[in-house]
């Protein structure tokens, strides 16, 4: 079992930068893909980007790839988000969350994930 929990949300102007991270529980991390999704008040939760076990393997929503990169850091049981050039469509809670299945290629459906952290408040003003 995996626990994750995210950090580094907050309010930003637009054209802004923030780094997200997402800690996890254990030593498993080491094995599992990650994702972040993001969800908007009245949207359905999206996908963001992904990340394999050992950060070979790397996918982006096609919104976000010029702009975000999501990397890990498995010695800090840690993947991060880093949000460049923010924009005020950027304005969601953002999750990370772990697959049912830890080493599988990389999926973008919320479905096809098990563990999911409580999400931290990413706001870009105009």
């Known amino acids: 079992q995996v626990q994750v929990a995210e950090s580094g949300g907050g309010l930003v102007q637009a054209g802004d930068s923030l780094r997200l991270s997402c800690e996890a529980s254990?030593?498993?991390?080491?094995?599992?893909?990650m994702a972040w999704f993001r969800q908007a008040p009245g949207k359905e939760r999206e996908f963001v980007a992904a990340i394999n076990w050992n950060g070979e393997t790397i996918s982006y929503a096609d919104s976000v790839k010029e702009r975000f990169t999501v990397t890990r850091d498995n010695a800090k049981n840690t993947v991060y988000l880093l949000m460049n050039s923010l924009r005020p469509g950027d304005t969601a809670v953002y999750y990370c969350?772990?697959?049912?299945?830890?080493?599988?290629?990389?999926?973008?459906?919320?479905?096809?994930?098990?563990?999911w952290g409580q999400g931290t408040q990413v706001t870009v003003s105009s």
């Open positions: 254990g030593r498993t991390f080491l094995y599992y893909n």
């Open positions: 969350a772990t697959p049912f299945n830890p080493r599988t290629n990389l999926r973008e459906s919320p479905d096809e994930y098990r563990y």
